[in-house]
C-alpha cells in the first residue's frame, strides 16, 4: 500500500515563505511523476508544480513562476515546494501527488496526499 503524506502547511503573512514536504512511502517500485495541486476554496483543484521524471521535465503554473520551486530528494522519495513572496491568493490546501508503479505485482496508478492548509493572511 502506498501512502503520501505533506507537511509544512500553515498561516504566514504576505511576503513569506513556507517549505512543503511530500513523503511518499509503501511498496513502491518507480515513479513516473511527482507534484503539486492546490484547491482554494469555491474554485477547482489547480497544478502548482509538477516533475516528470521520465522526461525530466519541470512545470510550474504561470501564477507561482518564479516564486515557487519544486525539488525532489530521490533516495527519501519526497519532494518539497518550497514557497517565497507569497500572497492571499496563495492561499488554498495544498496536495501532493505521485503517478508512481507499485510492487506485487506491479501497478501503475495516481496516488494523492490528504491535504495541508496554508493560509496567507495578515
Known amino acids: 500500500q502506498v501512502q503520501l503524506v505533506e507537511s509544512g502547511g500553515g498561516l504566514v503573512q504576505p511576503g513569506g515563505s513556507l517549505r512543503l514536504s511530500c513523503v511518499a512511502s509503501g511498496s513502491i517500485h518507480s515513479f513516473y511523476s511527482m507534484g503539486w495541486y492546490r484547491q482554494a476554496p469555491g474554485k477547482e483543484r489547480e497544478l502548482v508544480a509538477r516533475?516528470?521524471?521520465?522526461?525530466?521535465?519541470?512545470d510550474y503554473a504561470d501564477s507561482v513562476k518564479g516564486r515557487f520551486t519544486i525539488s525532489r530528494d530521490k533516495a527519501k522519495n519526497t519532494i518539497y515546494l518550497q514557497m517565497n513572496s507569497l500572497t492571499p491568493e496563495d492561499t488554498a490546501v495544498f496536495y501532493c501527488?505521485?503517478?508512481?508503479?507499485?510492487?506485487?505485482?506491479?501497478?501503475?496508478?495516481?496516488?494523492w496526499g490528504q491535504g495541508t492548509q496554508v493560509t496567507v493572511s495578515v
Open positions: 501527488y505521485a503517478d508512481l508503479v507499485s510492487n506485487g505485482p506491479w501497478r501503475r496508478g495516481d496516488y
Open positions: 516533475m516528470d521524471f521520465v522526461i525530466g521535465r519541470t
